[in-house]
């Protein structure tokens, strides 16, 4: 495997999804918690930074502990941390050294450049340049502006890159890539979703024994992987258990149900809508409604897993971006929105944790799942939120609220699937205003609510932008609406992007 060391860089996870996308095992750790260097770790990739190296209390670390023993691949503050360390020197850029450049005078017989075009785009982000190389350095390519782009030393597996391999804007950035981990380290690419299950039931099987698992199950697709996974290593000692809180989407509750069944899992539905209901009343503000969401599903789940003899393991879908600790450089950031998810549970219930995607990204989870014969309809779901529609529906909640948002939601989302629209979307829905405005219908003054329609394209969730669905379409759906959906008279569509605004409105 490979191990990645992280600066703190935006991009550092983004060199580990490319990795695994090569079939070859790696993990992310921060630099100032380097776990012991075993046999197993056949190279180590140093990430870029937000910081620069010249900085008072820059982060750095003792790279003789494996400079010259193992490959190593610096890439930009990774380059630069290499070049100040042994001799070299680094600056400040004159001109900031961002965007697009090609690599120009290419060394031909430089194994991490092996197969690489001259000209080559790369993608430079760095404020800082190397301006003198360490001792022994020998340079292997230029771009327009950065001389020293890229260098290695005489004899041994070091290579540095100023620039991105891990970017898409780095044309041949995954050959580089491939080059360092299949040919420099000797990684053989065996790492693929079907030995992913096989060795992790085999883990499963041994940390669990005969033990019971409980786990909450959400409908999304990282709880229903992990509890496939669980359940195919233990079998009817996973037991699982969904949660209607009266604010899934319309039909879902049966729906997901019906599904899991159809996977073998030994689940549980269980109706709480009444007591979701009865804790929200009256409940305006989004943090207040988010907090009495997430304390009845404790309560709510407490009860149930009580009612299952000798449970010692909580199951979890917690996935890998949720785990990675960040090396945060810029101070501790705000609580913008509490996420609630599913698992939150109070210490009191005294179970241990057992959560088998830990050490994957999204698109690997969705890899195993459908590796493991889970139906598309269930892989691809968008994401929806923990608290679902109770964050949706803005002011208090009522079962008449909940019932007219799960209507108008259900035109929209089926909508988006007739039309061959869902699956290029990221996260779609519908949000209920506590405004009321003026209609005419028939000869009929009415006064109803208003919707707002809210789709998003996205990578990671983290930005977003609206979606530019067809005028025609939105349209339709709106006609739709206020034709089907007694109580809404208006619909409007949302065009703002994440940041400055954020998916949901609560
Ligand atoms: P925002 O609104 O912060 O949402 O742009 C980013 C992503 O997070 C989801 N989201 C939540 N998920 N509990 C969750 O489990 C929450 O309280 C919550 N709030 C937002 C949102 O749907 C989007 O995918």
Redesign the pocket.
Known sequence: EILIIDFGSQYTQLIARRVRELNVYCEIHPFNKIPEITENIKGIILSGSPSSVMEEGSPTLDLNQFRGKLPLLGVCFGAQLLAKEFGGLVEKSDSREYGRAHLNSLVPNDKLLKGIPAKSQVWMSHGDTITRLPEGAILTASTESVRNAAYTFEGEETYCIQFHPEVTHSTDGKKMLENFVVDICGCDQSYTPESFVESTVAELKAQLGQDKVVMGLSGGVDSSVAALLIHKAIGENLYCIFVDNGLLRKNEFEQVLESYKGLGLNVKGVDAKDRFYAALKGLTDPEAK?KAIGKTFIDVFDDEAHLIQDVKWLGQGTIYPDIIESVSVKGPSVT??????VGGLPDYMKLKVVEPLKLLFKDGVRQVGRSMGMPDHLINRH?????GLG?RILGDITPEKVAILQNVDHIFIQGLKDKGLYDSIW?AGAILLPVQSVGVMGDERTYENVVALRAVTSVD?MT?DWAHLPYEFLGEVSNQIINKVKGVNRVVYDISS?PPA???WE
């Open positions: 988010r913008i929105k509490s996420h609630h998810n994401p929806f939120p923990g608290p964050i996260q969730g977003a994440k954020t998916i949901e």
